[in-house]
């Protein structure tokens, strides 16, 4: 027999739907705002310590983090409402199942991602604009 939830426990199955949207939307807006703040001062410190190269050179490696996180983030948010869905109808064994699944591809593609940023990177700089100057810099 399957472990199910009741909807009563869920707040999702009673609160209003307004109420939830700020519960959870108010908290994510905050955590991008913070991780916004956080690269803004993060290039501000490396412009003074390593100086406009350094500032170029992450900029041409910024696409890279962007490639990486919008897989992950695809891979997870994919797991996160099969979760849900699962949940939500009461079968609890088959959402842990979901998940583990989920993170299989994560590691795979990670693996994948590492190889060929590893393989190719020279070219993948050159792509993303990197000169023989930045070219250093965006190695380190």
Not at 58 to 70: H, K, M, R
Not at 92 to 113: C, D, E, H, I, Y
């Amino acid at each position: 027999m399957e472990n199910t939830l009741p909807h009563q426990e869920s707040p999702f199955a009673t609160e209003p739907v307004g109420k939830l949207i700020l519960k959870f939307a108010v908290p994510s807006v905050i955590a991008l705002l913070v991780n916004s703040l956080y690269n803004i001062v993060d290039q501000i410190f490396i412009g003074w310590g390593v100086g406009y190269l350094g500032n170029g050179a992450t900029n041409v490696v910024f696409p890279i983090t962007i490639i990486a996180l919008a897989l992950s983030m695809m891979i997870g948010n994919g797991g996160a409402a099969y979760l849900s869905l699962k949940l939500g109808q009461g079968e609890s064994s088959a959402a842990r199942k979901g998940v583990g699944n989920a993170v299989t591809p994560v590691v795979l593609v990670s693996l994948v991602l590492a190889g060929v940023f590893l393989l190719f990177i020279d070219p993948i700089l050159t792509l993303f604009g990197a000169t023989d100057l930045l070219r250093e810099y965006a190695l380190e």
